[in-house]
């Protein structure tokens, strides 16, 4: 993994998250893949590096870490497993949506557990009718006294079932952005089920459910943030929750580069290591420089979020957009370097490709991130 210009603090964070992601991860992950396994004990013990509060004040539990430190982290945890990785970013947006919008009683109440990860948690957006217009949601909450009642589906939720808290956006009032709120809800709630674990291609190592809410009842307290603003808090966590992903596809195909490189200095063909073949040369070399180019702005975008600069939103979709594309374009050629071998599941390669294809759907569609960077560049233009 290449980084420049980090800081000493920066480098001894890169290598203890790289040492637990390759003792505790990498060599379990094709077993998970295939057994859909959520291993929920390596996840606390991530925590006890503070992996589980990244962003999260130090006075609520959390480590503190800025936006610049998180993508690191993510890219290293990715090396062992992308699945994992990735759930462990979803799991940081929702503690630190608690941290930035919470008060300071909801704030006691979930935090300490959450960054332990006693408790896990999940990001409830998107339903079976709303994927990209997420502002069209349908899910609502009614007012019933000092509680509200929630009723709705919740689709392709990373964690749904194993997650102890759920920050479901709901309509609270009419359509649009501006009628949509945030509530913390808990799995143990009256009404709250789930439906079954989806088949999927990749992200095996985590659960992906709908979350089916029937008339939950939570009591105002529940309510994150004010009352309309769920949309934007919405939003904002999601700004984070790019950076993550695409330093997660870093990562995952950094993984797959360094497999390819000891894939072919072993392999001969021809009399010759193919390592020595100079077209296979020159496409390490574009992947190499592909994912550099690719670290460089997703760190970009990281200074920007932790600087608070009003371009932040669109290099952040600058960034997930073009690393997500960058990591599976580079792992798959990794699999083709691999030849048949990388076909097979026992090498990991094709289960770092299954991973890294939904990483340009979720945490918005990378053509919903072009939406954000035309709509950055023209604004200025009426």
């Not at 000493?8 to 390759?22: G, N, P, Y």
């Not at 309509?171 to 509530?183: E, H, L, P, V």
């Amino acid at each position: 993994m290449t980084h420049t210009m980090l800081t000493k603090d920066q480098q001894a964070l890169i290598e203890t998250v790289l040492d637990f992601a390759q003792d505790h991860i990498a060599p379990h992950a094709v077993d998970w893949d295939r057994d859909k396994h959520f291993p929920v004990d390596v996840l606390r013990k991530a925590a006890g590096l503070g992996l589980g509060g990244v962003y999260v004040r130090e006075e609520s539990a959390g480590s503190a870490l800025s936006r610049e430190d998180g993508v690191l982290v993510f890219e290293a945890l990715a090396s062992g497993c992308p699945s994992i990785a990735g759930y462990l970013s979803i799991h940081n947006m929702v503690a630190w949506m608690i941290d930035r919008y919470g008060d300071p009683d909801q704030r006691a109440a979930w935090l300490p557990r959450l960054c332990a990860m006693d408790d896990l948690a999940s990001y409830c957006l998107t339903e079976p009718g709303t994927g990209s217009d997420a502002a069209a949601l349908t899910t609502r909450a009614v007012r019933d006294g000092q509680d509200w009642l929630l009723t709705g589906v919740k689709q392709f939720i990373s964690g749904a079932g194993a997650s102890q808290l759920y920050v479901v956006m709901a309509r609270t009032g009419g359509d649009g952005a501006d009628g949509i709120s945030a509530f913390v809800v808990d799995k143990d709630d009256t009404g709250v089920s789930f439906g079954p674990n989806e088949q999927k291609m990749g992200w095996n190592a985590q659960p992906t459910r709908q979350v089916i809410l029937d008339g939950v009842r939570v009591p105002g307290n529940r309510l994150l943030g004010r009352e309309g603003r769920g949309f934007r808090i919405a939003m904002n966590g999601l700004n984070g929750g790019r950076l993550g992903i695409a330093a997660c596809s870093l990562g995952g195909a950094r993984s797959a580069l360094d497999r390819s490189l000891v894939h072919l200095a072993d392999r001969e063909a021809f009399g010759r290591r193919l390592l020595d073949a100079g077209a296979l040369r020159f496409r390490l070399a574009d992947m190499a420089t592909e994912l550099a180019a690719a670290r460089a702005l997703v760190r970009q975008a990281a200074q920007a979020l932790d600087r608070g600069d009003p371009q932040a939103p669109y290099l952040c979709a600058m960034a997930k957009r073009y690393a997500t594309d960058t990591g599976y374009s580079v792992a798959d050629r990794a699999l083709q370097l691999h030849g048949g071998y990388g076909y097979v599941s026992e090498y990991g390669i094709e289960k770092i490709v299954r991973d890294l294809r939904v990483h340009q759907i979720l945490e918005g569609t990378n053509e919903i991130m072009r939406v954000i960077v035309a709509r950055g560049l023209t604004e200025v233009y009426g």
